[in-house]
Each structure stands twice: as C-alpha cells, then as structure tokens.
C-alpha cells in the first residue's frame, strides 16, 4: 500500500514553507495552499475508520462564513461528531510531513501505534459546500481515498450538518439508534415530518426571510420547503434570498450569518417591512441568527443566546406540563461570548443551570453531554439540543396521566424528532424556533422583549504572535503575557456593568477582544482601551 499513497502524495506536493494546523474548525485557509492537505486527510480519514473497524467518516470540505477564496476541511465521527482529539494532532503532523515517503511512513507508524489492522476495510463519505475550489480540492481528497484503498460515497453538495446527519444514519443503521435514512432526501423527509408534528396544528404567524450567504443553504433550504407543509396547510410562509450559488465569488459577501451579527445589521440587500422574521445562514448552513426592524425602523438581532433562551423555555415548559420535570433537568451551555444579559436571564428567570466553555462546538457539544437535556449554543448562532440516552427513553415510555400531559409530551417528542442531535443545524434550528414562537404566539418582538441585551463591541487586533496570548477560565481571563490581564481588570472596573476579555482567534491570525457594559459608548471605549492593551 505504500506505493499507493506515496503515488497519491506525489500528485499533490505541500508547498514549502508552510505550517498548517486543524483547529476548531478543521484546516482552513486559502484555498490555492490545501490540495496537498485535502490528500493526506484522505489518508487520515481511511486510517480512522479503520481504527473503527469500518465505520463510516466524513469528510466535509468547506470554510463556512470565510471569504469566496479560502477552503477548509474537517473531518466527522461516526455519530457526527467533530473528530477525536488526538487524531486532531494526527492530523496536523500528517498535513506538515515534507515529503510523498515521510507521508507513508507517518501513516504506517499511526498504524503501528493504535494498533490498526491495515486489512480492515475503511470507509469515508464525503460532501463539500458550493466554493469555486471545491471540485479540485474534492480531487486531491479522492486521490488521497484511493491512495489508502478506502471506499468512498461522494454527496456531492450539502450543507455541513446535512454530512453529519448521513454520516450518522450510516453508522446506525439497522440498530436501535438508527437515526433516519442515510440520503439527502431522508433528511428532508425527517425533519420536514418533525416540523409538522412539533406544529401540531399551531399555525406559524407571518412570513420568515431566509438569507441563505450565496451558499449552499439557500438551495437545500429550498429543497426541504417541498417537504414541508405549505402555508394552506398551515405550514410556514418561507422566502429565500441570497441563494445565488452560481456566481461563487459572492458567497458571504454582504449577507449571511457571520455579517450580521459582526456588524450588528441587516445585509444590505434586505428589503423586508417592520416586524417581519428574518434569519440568515452562514455558509454551510450551520449557524443561523434571527433579526428584524422594529417598529421604529431599527435593526434587533436575535442571536445565537436569544435561540437557546427561547428552546430552553420551551422545552423546560414541556418537560414541566408533561409531568416530567422531577425526573429531567435542562442545563444551559455558553462560550464567554454569550451576553451577560442572557446569562443572567436564564439562572434567574428560566432558573437553570448555565456552565462555560471555550469557544468551539467540541467545547460546548461535551459541557451539553453532562445534562440530561443540554442546550448549547454559542452566540454566533451555532447550537442545537441533546438529550441523553437515558433522558429520551424516558420520554419515550412516560405515560401520561391526562390530557394535558398526553397534549405536552407529543409535542415534545416531535420536537426531539426536529433537532439534529449530531450537530448545529441552520435548518434544523430554524424551524425549531418556528415551531417555538407558533406555540407561544409569539413574533419577534415578543421574543426580543424576554431580556434585554447589555451594549456589545468586538473588535479585532492584528498582533505580532497571537500564540503568546494565553487564556484560562473559559477563555474569560488571560494567564499570558504577564501583567495584561491586570491592566484589563483596571479598564474594566471603570464602566458600568463592564465584563471583557482577549483570546487568540482559532479561525484567523489576530486576537478577538470582547467588552460589554451598561451603554454602548461604554461598551466601545472598553473595546478600545482592551484592544490598546493587546496590541
Ligand atoms: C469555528 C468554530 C465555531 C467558533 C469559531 C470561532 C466549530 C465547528 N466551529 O468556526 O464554533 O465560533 O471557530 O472562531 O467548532 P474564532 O476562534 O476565530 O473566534
Ligand atoms: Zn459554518
């Protein structure tokens, strides 16, 4: 075999001079600089299922809300999880080999070392978002699959959570968590049938707007309304806008998830009226935000923490009326991005639990794992709910006492049905929080209205090494350099209501400061003077 990959890595040379690393979001960085990356993940992934005796892989190529011109890949477990830890490292090293004969070597040596039988067989499914590069960089990936003799099935295009919905149905089907059809089209089949009983006869108020980035989401969106019940049916009035993926160069550019909550406004192409629900994807359809003009003509945005407030208080309502709430607790899952509004919201109003991590969704995905319902999101919009092995069976064999109950826990079943567990899900979530707000009768101002958000800045800073900034607490508290953190405390105890914080970004070379106080001049200034002191 190691001809074969020796051959497979010839193909596509890693240009010299660069270092590559699988951060949170896998290897992401401009497109031109990833073929000799995307073969050797193939090796990777091949090496993986393997080490799993053949379970399925995934392999999703794209770079979400990035820029037209970057690329990425990540790769996904066999219950559509992010990747192992350890194999993250894997990864890296495997990615900065120099050489087609240190490539093979290295592979044979992860073999050697994890106890891989190299005749097993290895299988990887793969999917990529609509990038210009996708066709060439999905090239060097099959050549990398063939290299290693690995067996592959190509969906061709879907949005990141859609190749973890399949990866997962793969790996489960024919057992007692099979967890739908593993095709583009059980996917629409699953969740538009949750829709409709989460629904349960409760008719969605207005219409929603859906910008779809020029991504991959407008389209699969577009595929999913003909699954859904249509507005006669008392389904849901959706328009998608900014679904233009022929002309990839737009992808991202002025609209999207990551443009409107960085700029706290609307893309400029919107044309909606006051009041009407809008929502925008980012570009892989894996984080969603809402926003809408108030009456007075001003942008509110509903962010990644409104959508955990507003799931959260639905279904601790659920579990509540469906007499189950001795036996379950939701607990609330945040990054130190989350407003401190909403913290607060959900420890003295919903009353329950709020744990911090890191930033990225492994981070948040294993806080949520510790509850019996565990709602994660980060503010960005990306999130979903999971609920325990023990905590869906018991759902599922409750019986209810009365009609009330009955009434209460059918809904909550569908609404499991409607969340894809897997991972954050634009679609998935969407239609949750419509589901949600046609229960409550509730527009977005209502929603809005739960809590009000403390004035917000963040910045970026351009450093010299964003390496040397390290973090602890959450991220919440710098322990590297010396002698920053304190200068940042004594900023920060001069504002109202001030809270603050400098991190190393994991998606790009700089470093995010975050401030947050009673005013927004407050808020601004805090950002200013954190940022000085970065630099
Ligand atoms: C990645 C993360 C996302 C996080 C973002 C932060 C995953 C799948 N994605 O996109 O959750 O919000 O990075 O970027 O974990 P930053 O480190 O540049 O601030
Ligand atoms: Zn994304």
């Known amino acids: 075999m190691s001809d074969a990959i020796i051959e497979a890595t010839k193909k596509h040379p890693a240009p010299e001079g660069l270092l590559y690393t699988y951060g949170t979001a896998g290897f ?92 097993e067989p290895a299988r990887v499914v793969v ?80 219409s929603l707007t859906v910008d779809g980035a020029n991504g991959v989401g407008g389209p699969k ?123 607060k919201y959900v420890q003295e109003n919903l009353k329950l639990r709020v744990d911090c991590t890191p930033t990225g969704v492994k981070y948040l995905h294993h806080a949520a794992e510790t509850h019996d319902i565990g709602v994660y999101f980060e503010a960005n919009g990306h999130g979903t709910v999971i609920f325990s092995r023990s905590t869906t069976d018991t759902i599922a064999e409750h019986e209810p006492r009365n009609p009330g109950q009955k009434e209460a826990l059918d809904v909550l079943r569908s609404t499991i049905e409607l969340i894809n567990q897997a991972v954050g899900d634009a679609l998935s979530d969407l239609l949750l929080v419509e589901v949600v707000l046609a229960h409550k009768s509730w527009g977005p101002q209502e929603w809005l209205s739960t809590y009000t958000d403390l004035p917000n800045k963040l910045s970026k800073v351009i450093v010299g090494d964003r390496r040397i900034f390290q973090t602890t607490d959450a991220e919440r508290r710098l322990v590297k350099p010396e002698g920053v953190q304190k200068k940042i405390d004594q900023e920060v105890q001069k504002v109202h209501q001030g809270r603050s914080f400098a991190r190393a970004s994991g998606t790009e070379d700089a470093v995010r400061v975050y401030a947050e106080a009673l005013t927004k001049a407050e808020a601004d200034d805090l950002a200013r003077k954190v940022s000085d002191i970065v630099k």
């Open 221 to 343: 969106l577009k595929e999913l309304i003909k699954y859904l019940p249509t507005k006669e049916e008392g389904g849901l009035d959706i328009h998608v806008v900014n679904d233009n993926v022929i002309k990839p160069e737009s992808l991202n550019v002025d609209c999207g998830a990551d443009y409107v909550k960085t700029n706290q406004r609307a893309p400029p192409s919107s044309k909606v009226g006051p009041l009407d629900r809008c929502c925008s994807l980012d570009g892989d359809a894996d984080r969603v935000v809402y926003y809408f003009k108030d009456e007075g003509g001003v942008f509110r945005l509903l962010d990644g923490d409104r959508i955990a407030t507003l799931v959260a208080s639905f279904l601790g309502k659920l579990v509540e009326q469906s007499g189950l709430a001795a036996k379950i607790k939701i607990g609330v899952v945040q990054t130190a991005y989350a407003n401190g509004a909403a913290t």
């Open 127 to 206: 999917a990529r978002d609509t990038r210009a590069s996708g066709a060439r960089l999905l090239g060097c990936l099959l050549d990398g699959l063939k290299g290693a003799n690995a067996e592959h099935k190509d969906f061709g295009f879907l949005t990141t959570p859609q190749l973890h919905y399949v990866v997962r149905c793969l790996n489960t089907e024919g057992t007692s968590e099979a967890y739908g059809e593993p095709t583009e089209k059980g996917y629409y089949e699953k969740f538009g049938a949750a829709f409709k009983n989460a629904l349960k006869g409760k008719k969605p108020q207005g």
């Open 28 to 119: 992401r960085t401009k497109a031109e600089v990833l073929d000799s990356v995307l073969t050797r993940v193939g090796l990777i992934a091949a090496l993986r299922s393997r080490a799993l005796k053949g379970k399925w892989i995934g392999v999703m190529i794209t770079a979400s809300h990035n820029p037209p011109e970057d690329n990425g890949v990540k790769l996904v477990e066999p219950l559509g999880n992010m990747l192992k830890e350890e194999w993250e490292v894997l990864s890296t090293t495997m990615a900065n080999k120099a050489t087609p004969e240190e490539v093979a070597q290295y592979y044979n040596e992860i073999a050697t070392k994890y106890k891989i039988d190299l005749k």
